[in-house]
């Protein structure tokens, strides 16, 4: 295992998801002082994701042709730079333009992954991934903390200025000490998808290309679909993730204008559900899993969840950091279940010849539900600040009953392929 290269990709993206943590939570209340309506409070907060789901392959292919490191650094580059064109967004169009560009910088996820299976073996892979998830936890509970704090007392320009500053310092260590992974890198082309005399294809972006991954996905989907528990699986992804997107856009601005709560102290919520999501993923979750089981704790992560979500707005004001929190306190309980379980069960679900398929169907079901849950959450909440909890409550509701019908499926039942 090379262990100094992995150490300096999972800084690298540690900085990445703190510029990232930095921002978010600002993003709605920002945009609505700005002027945004509640569909174009929901399109900037969904903007981010488009782009992560069209480009995330994208990066992903390009870097098993023209290498890990220059992807890397292209993508790292646009992330600073579009912390820097946010510093400065003081129209909406500039502030969709900005999370678009950050979207696009940020679908690097592939291209690390990747980097990460080329520089570990089958041994060390899974506590490198899980390395990775961790840094992913780590950003979210500094970041928040960062960007409350530096809104509150310095202005959203200083945000995006640090978030930039952040991501630049990020580049400058990729470039000078992130070294090579992918031993087959070629040089990028475009158009013709010919051959060359190592038989080694060197096209990156085809029309013929484009049709057969439209293709795959299609009789992947077919495929999948084919198996009823995970159909259920995925049924349950969608609604799960649309759910929480849908009521997380909707509590920045319920936490600012019903519970009084300042930049500063949203910081410290977020920071708080880390926390607790990072205890439970870093270890009691494994524990747990021996001692009651995958389909037990999916079903418990939906319950907490749907009480983490739906009695939020009911809580009554001045009352965000004693109720609310309490309330909280189930929610992050439930999503760290909930979340990891539903793919743990998903790869026992699948056929091994098709693990790597399905993983990619259920990240693109993934995708379409944080892509239309922010549209959801911001105009359910421009209805009625309720509205978007107890949806996302009926939502879970659905989802839960979905749990209880797993059981029906013993996880032996299905006869994997070797």
């Known amino acids: 295992m090379k262990r100094s290269p992995l150490i300096i990709l999972l800084l690298t993206v540690l900085l990445d998801l703190i510029g990232f943590g930095i921002v978010l939570p600002l993003l709605p209340t920002y945009a609505k002082e700005l002027g945004a309506n509640p569909f174009l409070i929901g399109l900037i907060a969904a903007i981010f994701s488009i782009m992560q789901f069209i480009f995330s392959p994208l990066w992903g292919k390009l870097s098993d042709v023209i290498g890990r490191r220059p992807v890397m650094l292209i993508s790292i580059f646009i992330t600073a730079l579009s912390y820097l064109v946010f510093s400065q967004a003081s129209t909406i169009p500039l502030l969709l333009f900005a999370r678009g560009l950050s979207g696009i910088g940020s679908a690097n996820i592939a291209a690390a992954q990747a980097y990460i299976t080329d520089v570990t073996d089958s041994r060390n ?23 409350g704090i530096l809104k509150h007392y310095y202005g959203i320009q200083t945000v995006g200025f640090v978030s930039s500053f952040l991501i630049s310092v990020d580049l400058v260590l990729a470039f000078f000490l992130l070294p090579e992974s992918n031993s087959n890198a070629k040089k990028l082309k475009f158009g013709s998808s010919k051959q060359d005399g190592s038989e080694q294809e060197k096209a990156v972006i085809t029309p013929a290309f484009l049709q057969e991954k439209i293709k795959e996905y299609g009789d992947g989907l077919r495929s999948v679909f ?31 204008e019903y519970f009084n709560a300042t930049d500063q102290q949203v910081g410290y919520i977020f920071a708080y559900v880390g926390i607790w999501s990072a205890i439970v993923q870093g270890g009691l979750i494994t524990k747990l899993t021996k001692k009651i089981g995958e389909h037990k704790l999916f079903l418990w992560g939906h319950i907490f969840t749907f009480i983490g979500v739906f009695f939020v707005p009911f809580a009554p004001p001045g009352s965000l950091f004693t109720i609310g929190l309490f309330i909280l306190f189930f929610f992050a309980i439930g999503t760290s279940l909930a979340a990891p379980i539903n793919i743990s069960m998903i790869s026992l679900y699948s056929y091994k010849e098709k693990q790597g398929q399905i993983m990619g169907l259920n990240q693109s079901v993934n995708s379409f539900a944080r892509i239309m849950g922010p549209f959801s959450g911001s105009m359910l909440y421009g209805m009625d600040f309720h509205a978007p909890y107890i949806a996302a409550g009926v939502i879970l509701l659905l989802g839960t009953l979905i749990a209880i019908d797993l059981f029906k499926y013993k996880i032996d039942a299905l006869d994997h392929a070797a």
């Open 125 to 147: 892979r899974s506590g490198a991934m899980g390395l990775m998830g961790a840094a992913f936890g780590i950003g979210f509970i500094i970041g928040p903390v960062i960007g």
């Open 226 to 256: 084919q198996s009823r528990p995970l159909a259920m699986l995925l049924t349950a992804n969608y609604l799960y993730t649309f759910a929480i997107v849908n009521m997380q856009v909707a509590s920045i601005l319920l936490w600012k």
